[in-house]
C-alpha cells in the first residue's frame, strides 16, 4: 500500500512538474508571438461610414484585399467604436489609403471618439454612390458594400466587395 501511495505521489509531482513547465513554455511563446508581429508590414488607412446621414471614421492599420473577382476587402473594426456601429447599420464603408504625408489624418481621427466630436471637421471629402465619405486626401479610396461579416470577440471582421475606387495623385508626390 505503501509502494502504491509513492507511485500516486510520484505521478502527480511528474504531472505537476510537466504541467508546470508548459505554463512557462506558454508564457515564453506568449512573448515569441508579440515579437514576431512586430515583424508583420501594416499601412496606414481611415475607415469611414455612414448612419442617418451622419458621417465618422477612425484610423486604422489593416486592410488586405480578399478576392479579385469580385473586388473584396477586409477590414477589422473594434465593436466599442462608432464607426462599427455606423458599418453595421449602413452596411457600407470607405477605405482611405494614406502616404506619410496623410499621419496628420490619423491623429485626427485616431486618437478621439466620433461620439465626442465632428472627425471631418475641416478634412476635405467627397461622397459617393454609398454616401460614405471619400477622403480627398488620400493616395486612393475605395468605396465598398458589406458582402459578409464575422465575429472575432472583441472585433467583427467586415468584408466588402468595391464597389467604386479613386486612385489619386497627391500634389507632393
Request: charge should be negative.
Amino acid at each position: 500500500m505503501l509502494i502504491l501511495i509513492k507511485r500516486v505521489m510520484l505521478r502527480a509531482i511528474k504531472e505537476e512538474l510537466i504541467l508546470g513547465t508548459n505554463e512557462i513554455q506558454l508564457a515564453n511563446c506568449k512573448d515569441e508571438i508579440s515579437k514576431a508581429l512586430r515583424s508583420i508590414s501594416y499601412g496606414l488607412f481611415i475607415i469611414s461610414s455612414v448612419k442617418d446621414g451622419k458621417i465618422n471614421g477612425q484610423a486604422a492599420n489593416t486592410v488586405f484585399q480578399i478576392t479579385s473577382d469580385p473586388v473584396t476587402l477586409a477590414i477589422g473594426i473594434n465593436k466599442n467604436n462608432l464607426t462599427h456601429e455606423y458599418i453595421n447599420s449602413s452596411k457600407v464603408f470607405s477605405v482611405g489609403v494614406l502616404n506619410t504625408e496623410g499621419l496628420f489624418l490619423v491623429r485626427n481621427f485616431g486618437f478621439r471618439s466620433g461620439r465626442d466630436a465632428d472627425k471631418f471637421d475641416g478634412i476635405e471629402y467627397e461622397t459617393a454612390e454609398t454616401g460614405a465619405p471619400l477622403l480627398k486626401d488620400s493616395l486612393a479610396s475605395f468605396e465598398c458594400k458589406v458582402v459578409g461579416s464575422m465575429d472575432l470577440g472583441t472585433h467583427t471582421l467586415f468584408i466588402g466587395e468595391v464597389i467604386c475606387a479613386q486612385p489619386r495623385e497627391l500634389e507632393s508626390q
